[in-house]
């Protein structure tokens, strides 16, 4: 991990550590990117700006992953003050949680294994009070609840409203968000 940190190969490459090597993350998909900027804004309606990040890494434990980036993160109160002052944004093992962790599924089913298999399991293992999985392709999102130390988790499609325990105004529908990716 230590040297994972002060990595810096001269260019804007992202990367995640998975089994010890680095693992170059993809470009995003145009949708993936418009939904996130999407739900950026929403939150923002709801919960102060600085407690919302793009680009925070998280570290995790795990059989595969130790470095994951999520595409939206909401901050818990500690987890932001823990952040404060430091030269990277990542959230070490021993600083708290954040409080909510996005990502928005790329086609492919690599892509939807470390969705919902291994980074289901990594936020668990790291006590992330929810998990949301925003599949394009399946028109549909998981949020997952960590509950006694494991996610429960709930599918919303269509025209339902997501229900958020962090973000318990949010009142928006899988077929909200998912209509604003095709804009």
Known sequence: ????????????????????????????????????????FEFAKHLPIALLATMTEVEVSGKRAKSRVPDLMI???????????????????????????VEVVSPGQENRDRDYRFKHTEYAA????EYWIIDPEMQQVTVCLWVNGQYEDTVYQGDTPIQSTVVPDFALSVAQILAFGQN
């Open 126 to 129: 790291r006590g992330i009070a």
């Open 75 to 101: 901050h818990s109160e500690e987890s932001h003050a823990a952040l404060s002052g430091g030269k990277r944004a990542i959230l070490l093992r021993d600083m708290p949680p954040p409080a909510l962790v």
């Open 1 to 40: 991990m230590e040297e994972y940190l002060t990595y810096d190969d001269g260019t804007d490459t992202r990367y995640e550590l998975v089994d010890g090597e680095l693992v170059e993350m993809p470009v995003e998909s145009q949708i993936n990117l418009s939904i996130v900027k999407y739900l950026l």
